[in-house]
Nanobody, 124 residues
Framework: VQLQASGGGLVQPGGSLRLSCATSGFPLDYYAIGWFRQAPGKEREFVSAITWRGGSTRYADSVKGRFIISRDYIKDTLYLQMNSLKPEDTAVYYC??????????????????WGQGTQVTVSS
């Protein structure tokens, strides 16, 4: 299982970014995949997740209405469109996956497969 996150950067408050997570090495139809983030001095927290086959989604309350998770079947790539970014969205963002095509747990311990992070900084 390989996950490769990209797309982070520096953006002003109110701006947008799109993160990508390229996947390989596992049958996506039987997995759920999502995004977590970790700010300096804070614990890693759930952002959003999606079941690959069914497309069910789940969002943290803090990003609901601003972030959109999606997947591309052809490219086997996960996306996180982040709009109306706030300084408190600043963090390292990670993509992670787990076997199982129905549950979307919030606990990072339930996701055994992780990619490297990509830094998102929201600042003026």
């Amino acid at each position: 299982v390989q996950l490769q996150a990209s797309g982070g950067g520096l953006v002003q408050p109110g701006g947008s970014l799109r993160l990508s997570c390229a996947t390989s090495g596992f049958p996506l139809d039987y997995y759920a995949i999502g995004w977590f983030r970790q700010a300096p001095g804070k614990e890693r927290e759930f952002v959003s997740a999606i079941t690959w086959r069914g497309g069910s989604t789940r969002y943290a309350d803090s990003v609901k209405g601003r972030f959109i998770i999606s997947r591309d079947y052809i490219k086997d790539t996960l996306y996180l469109q982040m709009n109306s970014l706030k300084p408190e969205d600043t963090a390292v963002y990670y993509c992670a996956s787990r076997q199982g095509s129905t549950r979307l747990p919030l606990d990072s311990d339930d996701y055994p497969y992780w990619g490297q992070g990509t830094q998102v900084t929201v600042s003026s």
